[in-house]
Each structure stands twice: as structure tokens, then as C-alpha cells.
Nanobody, 129 residues
Framework: QVQLVESGGGLVQAGGSLRLSCAAS????????MAWFRQAPGKERIFVAAISRGGGSTYYADSVKGRFTISRDNGKKTVDLQMIILRPEDTAVYSCAAAPSEIVYSDTYRVLPLSYNYWGQGTQVTVSS
């Protein structure tokens, strides 16, 4: 069992930056692939970024490549999302999620919300133009 709690959301102007953090509880954090998803009003939840259980591999949606960086600290049981050069279209509720690494071993499964067992409650990010 893993419980996830996000923090760090807020209001920022376009071009600004934010750092989201997700704190996990449970004894098996290091065995999970961790990811960030986002959901804008009236739209589906979509994949943003993921990081392998050891942190050696990272994956990004095309829309955030070069602007967002995902990282994790297995000792502290945290996964962060550093976001720079934010755009109004980045406005959404951002949620972190955990999935067994053997489930999300390919791009096909890694980007699917249904592949993830555990979710945080989400944190709002609003980017003003």
C-alpha cells in the first residue's frame, strides 16, 4: 500500500516556474515507477512524466520535454516535478501516481492512467498569461 500527497502547486505567470513534490508512505516506494499526470477542466487526465524505480530512466510527454524535469529520492520517498517556462496551457490539476514497474515497462502502458494503482489527491497549477 502506498499513500501519496502532493504539494507545491499555485498561481504563476507565464514563463515562470514551479516545483511540485509528492511524498509517499509505505515500505515499497522504491519498487514503483512513479509518474505525474495532469487534468485540465473538461479534459481527460494525461501523462506528463515518469521515472523508473531507481531513477535511472525518465520519460516525458512531448509537450513538456525540455521544460519539465522529474526526479525522485528513494531515501526520502519523494518524487518531484520541476517545471520551468510555464505556459497557460500547462494549467491543470497535477497528480502523482505509482505503478509496479513490471506493469509500466513499455511506453504503451506507462502513459495510461489505468496502469497506476495509487494516486495522490492532486495539486492545482494555474499559469496566467
Amino acid at each position: 500500500q502506498v499513500q501519496l500527497v502532493e504539494s507545491g502547486g499555485g498561481l504563476v505567470q507565464a514563463g515562470g516556474s514551479l516545483r511540485l513534490s509528492c511524498a509517499a508512505s509505505g515500505h515499497t516506494f522504491s519498487s514503483y515507477t512513479m509518474a505525474w499526470f495532469r487534468q485540465a477542466p473538461g479534459k481527460e487526465r494525461i501523462f506528463v512524466a515518469a521515472i523508473s524505480r531507481g531513477g535511472g530512466s525518465t520519460y516525458y510527454a512531448d509537450s513538456v520535454k525540455g521544460r519539465f524535469t522529474i526526479s525522485r529520492d528513494n531515501g526520502k520517498k519523494t518524487v518531484d516535478l520541476q517545471m520551468i517556462i510555464l505556459r497557460p496551457e500547462d494549467t491543470a490539476v497535477y497528480s502523482c501516481a505509482a505503478a509496479p514497474s513490471e506493469i509500466v515497462y513499455s511506453d504503451t502502458y506507462r502513459v495510461l492512467p489505468l496502469s497506476y494503482n495509487y494516486w495522490g489527491q492532486g495539486t492545482q497549477v494555474t499559469v496566467s498569461s
